[in-house]
């Protein structure tokens, strides 16, 4: 199984500003994918990061409010632009297992947005 | 439509005792897996069941997997209080690659 570290844990964020989530990998994998988790819901698959190339959305989500890279096939990141309370959520990052199918996760970054 | 619905939305049951947890899906999957979450937590990855596979054992957890009538259900045996948490379940559907779908999931609360 794949250790997947993200940061910040947490974090308490201002309306209109950005943050940028960071995911780490500790061995390459070929798919990476960014959920969010709103308060007392399920996941919702935001988009799926490429490497070398732009992400791929899906419906509901748009590039300009939630840039991702991924340079590597280790690391990936999520930023959530010009934020507001609805943003208030906890995000996370997986990477999916090519040998077995399993998706792993990390212990997501919970934000708050005032 | 929901892919991945799972009932009952919260259950509490004593220590000792089995839980079962069911998810209903409605198009064709490659492989159904369990998450369990706890309060605050990241996700932790429980078992995967492939299509064509019926049953799964993993220590204390069974899935069982009903292609025909398109469910899943998870039990876990012999709860204890640190099983309580949040389960979902998660499929991967035949027309999305390796991108998996969740369940609105099960509450379950196991008191001591």
């Known amino acids: 199984s794949a250790v997947i570290s993200q940061k910040p844990s947490r974090d308490i964020c201002q309306r209109g500003t950005s943050l940028t989530i960071q995911c780490q990998v500790d061995s390459q994998v070929t798919m990476m994918f960014w959920y969010r988790q709103q308060p007392g819901q399920s996941l919702t698959l935001i988009a799926t990061a490429n490497q070398g190339s732009e992400a791929t959305y899906e419906s509901g989500f748009v590039i300009d409010k939630f840039p991702i890279s991924r340079p590597n096939l280790t690391f990936s990141t999520l930023t959530v632009s010009n934020m507001s309370p609805e943003d208030s959520s906890i995000y996370l990052c997986?990477?999916?297992?090519?040998?077995?199918?399993?998706?792993?996760f990390g212990e997501g970054s919970r934000l708050t947005v005032l | 439509s929901q892919q991945g619905e799972e009932d009952p939305q919260a259950l509490s049951i004593q220590e000792g005792e089995n839980a079962t947890m069911n998810c209903s899906y409605k198009t064709s999957i490659n492989n159904l897996q369990w998450y369990r979450q706890n309060s605050g937590r990241g996700l932790v990855h429980l078992i995967l069941i492939r299509s064509n596979e019926r049953e799964k054992h993993s220590g204390r957890l069974r899935v069982t997997l009903d292609t025909s009538k398109k469910s899943s259900s998870l039990l876990i045996t012999a709860s204890r209080a640190a099983d309580t948490a949040s389960y979902f379940c998660a499929t991967n559907e035949e027309t999305s690659g390796s991108r998996l779908t969740f369940g609105e999931g099960t509450q379950l609360t196991v008191n001591p």
């Open positions: 997986s990477a999916w297992a090519v040998t077995t199918g399993e998706l792993f």
